[in-house]
């Protein structure tokens, strides 16, 4: 499949995205004084952005090239979930898989911006699980769309603020099964060896070194010891471990190597673990080969890391970057 052939398929997926959102709000202004209260710089407020995040930012990254997400997730009864709420059509994305809750609060991460440079982040989270009401309502409206929708590929996007947990994890896996639906996960540090039998395992370095009982080095063979280590607790059938700077390992279960990235000019990391997933999934469900989807993702995520904050990929810019491999 020639590059233009590749890129007009993805014209035809649809994405299930299951996981935690945030909203990404950005504060940009100027400093030209410090204060006289304490030495910290005085920034004089220009803009305030909103943008959507974590498994939003999944949904936009998606929608950028082509395919059609459908985004499920939980959010708080709250202001900052009137603003998500309204995010959603601004960027035209479908909303009914998003649910309100009064236990939780909207996830924000704001992000205090001058000169293009980030001087402070200040985080308003809830991280306790979905209560059993909640996970039920949450469970159930998934089953329903899965019975009435063709999905190629569900990501499930893990931020570890209480969407996906143990008994929520467990029925979507059950739920996937059921449907011959593979699964992409992009897990974090407590429900890690949860994600059973899935697809596409997708860690980074950070994350399989917290969750393996021995030393994890960014070299082939400590990679592989690792990739082994989860293949057998997971049961999961391909590996990628994304490694920043130094690229990609895959692994899956024949074609082990590292992929490196190109040379960038990096500006902002925010959101590159985002591309990644997404175009990991979308390069699953149209069936490529793990080398070539890791190279793609690669493509992705250093793209992103060259712009400020948290923005999906650019398709046109993609395809250029990937014929000229």
């Not at 920043?244 to 390992?249: A, H, I, L, R």
Request: net charge neutral; hydrophobic share 40%.
């Amino acid at each position: 499949m020639d590059a233009n052939q590749l890129f007009k398929a993805f014209n035809n997926i649809n994405i299930a995205i299951i996981g935690d959102v945030i909203i990404d709000r950005y504060l940009n202004g100027n400093v030209d004084r410090i204060s006289p209260e304490a030495p910290v710089p005085i920034i004089h407020l220009k803009r305030e952005d909103n943008r959507l995040g974590g498994s939003g930012n999944v949904a936009l990254n998606i929608k950028a090239m082509g395919a059609t997400p459908f985004l499920f997730s939980v959010i708080g009864d709250d202001e900052n979930g009137e603003i998500f709420k309204k995010l959603m059509p601004e960027n035209n994305l479908w909303q009914n898989g998003i649910l309100r809750s009064k236990e939780r609060c909207t996830t924000v991460k704001t992000r205090v911006m001058a000169n293009n440079q980030q001087l402070l982040r200040v985080d308003r989270e809830d991280t306790i699980d979905l209560s059993k009401s909640e996970e039920d309502n949450f469970i159930n409206k998934i089953k329903t769309f899965l019975a009435g929708q063709n999905i190629d590929v569900i990501i499930l996007q893990d931020y570890n603020k209480g969407v996906l947990s143990l008994p929520v994890i467990s029925k979507i896996l059950s739920l996937a099964e059921k449907n011959e639906i593979p699964i992409v996960v992009d897990p974090k540090k407590v429900n890690f060896l949860a994600y059973k039998n899935v697809e596409i395992f997708k860690p980074n370095l950070k994350e399989i070194q917290e969750s393996t009982p021995f030393q994890v080095l960014p070299n082939l063979d400590s990679l592989k010891k690792a990739s082994e280590f989860l293949r057998k607790k997971s049961g999961a059938k391909n590996t990628i471990i994304t490694l920043s700077e130094k690229g990609m390992f895959i692994d899956d279960g024949q074609n082990i190597e590292i992929i490196p990235t190109q040379i960038r000019n990096i500006t902002d990391v925010c959101g590159a673990g985002d591309s990644v997933i997404s175009l990991t999934a979308l390069g699953l469900a149209i069936k490529l080969e793990l080398n070539e989807i890791a190279k793609l993702a690669n493509l992705a995520g250093g793209q992103v890391c060259e712009k400020v904050g948290v923005v999906p990929v650019d398709k046109n810019q993609l395809k250029q970057e990937f014929k000229e491999l």
